[in-house]
């Protein structure tokens, strides 16, 4: 990939778990080619260090990325800053334009987070011993809707903000093609809440995959009622996973 960073450094430690696993790198393209097709517009919001913007330009899309983060911003445009079907964008997103505080967890930046709510459920929960978050910086954000006026309108949106997920789609007055959320066992009602602001924008049915599967759960789509009931019968050791929506026409 030709960046400079220590594969020892917490961003190096992200480079190797989500670009060295090139089984799990295959799973994603597989997973995201059912959703988004050669010449499709992506925003990945989100982005990190990149993994899944890489999916995306493999498959052919026009991606619009954004990381807050300004060290792993620095990987991302190092990654992709010449690729001339990605936009690169150091901002956040949420309901509103503005500023907000980022609570970034550097020995481990990919659970970074602007929620302080997200930080309180973390704290003590399985799966989460051991986090902190330890430094803080105020960061630009811009919304969906303000995304698509400028870029255009996209076929998919892939959102994985650590507990911002409402907020982002909060920020968003119209309904999209297709879209993925991450979820967590410890904010279930984050999820809950995402698929009901779903829901009042347009007609909608789910899927769902765990942790780093990158393979949809659910042999059919389901309905929100089915998708909220499934959500609540995660064991803890599942810890994470993404929610798939595809508009019904």
Same mark, same amino acid.
């Given at each position: 990939?030709?960046? @400079?960073?220590?594969?020892?450094?917490?961003?190096?430690?992200?480079?190797?778990?989500?670009?060295?696993?090139? &089984?799990?790198?295959?799973?994603?393209?597989?997973?995201?080619?059912?959703?988004?097709?050669?010449?499709?517009?992506?925003?990945?919001?989100?982005?990190?260090?990149?993994?899944?913007?890489?999916?995306?330009?493999?498959?052919?899309?026009?991606?619009?990325?954004?990381?807050?983060?300004?060290?792993?911003? %620095?990987?991302?445009?190092?990654?992709?800053?010449?690729?001339?079907?990605?936009?690169?964008? @150091?901002?956040?997103?949420? &309901?509103?334009?503005?500023?907000?505080?980022?609570?970034?967890? %550097?020995?481990?930046?990919?659970?970074?987070?602007?929620?302080?709510?997200?930080? &309180?459920?973390?704290?003590?929960?399985?799966?989460?011993?051991?986090? =902190?978050?330890?430094?803080?910086?105020?960061?630009?954000?811009?919304?969906?809707?303000?995304?698509?006026?400028?870029?255009?309108? @996209?076929?998919?949106?892939?959102?994985?903000?650590?507990?911002?997920?409402?907020?982002?789609?909060?920020?968003?007055?119209?309904?999209?093609?297709?879209?993925?959320?991450?979820? =967590?066992?410890?904010?279930?009602?984050? &999820?809950?809440?995402?698929?009901?602001?779903?829901?009042?924008?347009?007609?909608?049915?789910?899927?769902?995959?765990?942790?780093?599967?990158?393979?949809? %759960?659910?042999?059919?789509?389901?309905?929100?009622?089915?998708?909220?009931?499934?959500?609540?019968?995660? @064991?803890?050791?599942?810890?994470?996973?993404?929610?798939?929506?595809? %508009?019904?026409?």
């Amino acid at each position: 990939m030709g960046h @400079p960073i220590a594969p020892t450094s917490p961003i190096g430690r992200s480079l190797a778990i989500y670009y060295r696993d090139t &089984a799990r790198t295959a799973r994603m393209d597989r997973l995201h080619a059912d959703l988004v097709k050669p010449g499709a517009r992506v925003f990945d919001i989100g982005a990190h260090v990149g993994d899944r913007t890489g999916s995306f330009l493999r498959l052919g899309a026009r991606v619009v990325a954004l990381e807050p983060q300004p060290k792993v911003f %620095r990987a991302l445009r190092l990654i992709y800053g010449r690729c001339a079907r990605a936009v690169l964008l @150091p901002l956040a997103v949420g &309901a509103t334009p503005g500023e907000i505080v980022l609570h970034i967890n %550097r020995r481990n930046p990919t659970v970074s987070t602007v929620e302080p709510g997200f930080i &309180a459920a973390a704290s003590g929960a399985a799966g989460w011993q051991g986090q =902190t978050w330890d430094h803080r910086i105020t960061v630009p954000v811009t919304t969906l809707d303000a995304l698509v006026a400028r870029h255009g309108a @996209p076929d998919f949106v892939k959102i994985d903000v650590e507990g911002h997920e409402l907020a982002v789609l909060q920020g968003l007055s119209t309904a999209l093609p297709a879209l993925s959320f991450e979820f =967590t066992v410890i904010g279930r009602a984050t &999820a809950h809440a995402c698929v009901a602001r779903l829901g009042e924008l347009g007609r909608y049915e789910y899927n769902l995959s765990h942790g780093e599967e990158h393979a949809l %759960r659910a042999g059919r789509w389901l309905g929100a009622d089915e998708l909220r009931a499934r959500i609540d019968a995660l @064991p803890e050791a599942v810890n994470s996973g993404d929610v798939f929506a595809r %508009r019904i026409a």
